[in-house]
């Protein structure tokens, strides 16, 4: 399936079907495998064969949204997590000992945030932050025992971009693992391993589910890094249900069409609302006024689904509009069919300072629109709405 176009290979590519026939794979609800004897037995447990054993290590319908993924992204191999974040962690924990140090993009995901500042340092893992537009900083940042380069591009929420050929190469010349949290784009938006990327990691519960159905988490990387990343996560058990595993992968056969729509509103809506009274900026990475508008255009394909404004007044007008909002959804999440507005200040990061906060430019102000499926129309009126009300 190498060889087939993005969308048919999301659709194309399924496990070998049953001796049912079965023109959609089923869902392989079991927890373990039957061997066919004492030495079939034996023999997988030694990793002498390929085959099933217990669905925490692997599951038909797991091993399809991964292979699936794996084509989709230039991967060789990698493996389902049961969230985002456990893919994130697995990432890290795989490959890190104590004494290890990560050199890793400022502006995170508040739960990778808190996994670097809080949960790796009790383990004597350092790290060092570096501003996403700082070229000079990555190189600076790194020390003789760095083990990692950890970053997000598109960052989440501001939507910073970092040079993916211009850190990749720096991973290459320094023997150091470069790892991007690919959540934002999607592997329809942005290859990171085409720019020579060592891991991908994906919190498929977003854009990759795409309606707010399931929590699910992917690693794609080479089959040289990949024995580390089996072993911690075979050990661990933050293994994907048979379930969310069918359905993602499900998931994966739209993911194109929707990230084309998702794109177009996207950019569409940035750019109305671009000059607005209320709002100091509107950010979006096809948007022509966006800084790094260059860089966009270089490494992905779209703009993606995220468009970010900062209303004028702060936390107390940006909770005015928010609560004047009618069709639009207020959540967490992001990636649904539905438009959903959040205010990370508050939420997704608040455990982070003020100050650190104000580092990754995630001001009071400061709103996260997942731009829907919706008909634009109806996304801009309620947005419209809601700043006129909330004036």
Not at 60 to 83: H, R, V, W, Y
Not at 302 to 329: H, K, N, P, Y
Request: with cysteine; hydrophobic share 40%; charged share 25%.
């Amino acid at each position: 399936m190498s060889d087939k176009k993005f969308e048919t290979a999301a659709i194309r590519h399924q496990i070998e079907r049953s001796s049912q026939k079965e023109h959609s794979a089923p869902i392989y609800m079991t927890s373990s495998f039957k061997f066919e004897d004492a030495e079939d037995a034996r023999a997988l447990f030694a990793e002498e064969k390929e085959g099933n054993i217990y669905s925490r290590y692997s599951n038909p319908n797991t091993d399809e949204f991964i292979q699936k993924l794996c084509l989709l992204e230039g991967g060789e191999t990698g493996m389902a997590m049961a969230s985002g974040m456990a893919a994130m962690f697995t990432s890290l924990a795989a490959f890190l000992s104590s004494g290890d140090h990560v050199v890793a993009s400022r502006s995170l995901f508040g739960s990778t945030h808190q996994i670097l500042t809080k949960l790796l340092p009790k383990w004597g893992i350092t790290h060092t932050f570096v501003d996403t537009t700082d070229d000079d900083g990555w190189e600076k940042a790194i020390q003789p025992n760095t083990k990692m380069i950890f970053l997000e591009t598109p960052s989440n929420p501001a939507l910073d971009l970092i040079d993916l050929e211009f850190i990749c190469k720096l991973g290459k010349e320094k023997g150091i693992i470069v790892n991007v949290d690919n959540c934002f784009a999607t592997p329809y938006v942005q290859n990171p391993i085409k720019f020579g990327a060592d891991i991908v990691t994906h919190s498929a519960t977003k854009f990759i589910d795409g309606q707010g159905r399931a929590i699910g988490g992917a690693i794609v990387t080479s089959e040289e890094l990949f024995p580390e990343i089996k072993f911690m996560a075979r050990h661990t058990g933050p293994s994907m249900s048979p379930f969310n595993g069918w359905l993602l992968s499900k998931s994966l056969e739209t993911l194109a069409v929707r990230m084309e729509k998702h794109s177009e509103n996207a950019l569409a809506l940035a750019q109305h609302l671009e000059g607005s009274a209320g709002l100091k900026q509107v950010r979006y990475p096809f948007l022509a006024s966006f800084p790094q508008y260059e860089l966009a255009k270089k490494q992905m394909r779209t703009g993606g689904g995220i468009v970010t404004f900062e209303l004028e007044g702060g936390i107390a007008q940006g909770r005015r509009f928010l609560d004047a909002l009618e069709m639009i959804s207020l959540s967490a999440n992001l990636g649904d069919t539905r438009t959903i507005a959040t205010h990370p200040a508050s939420t997704t990061h608040s455990k982070l300072s003020e100050e650190e906060r104000e580092a990754v430019g995630i001001t009071a102000g400061l709103v996260r629109v997942s731009v829907g499926l919706e008909h634009l129309d109806d996304i801009i009126a309620d947005i419209e709405q809601a700043l006129n009300k909330s004036k």
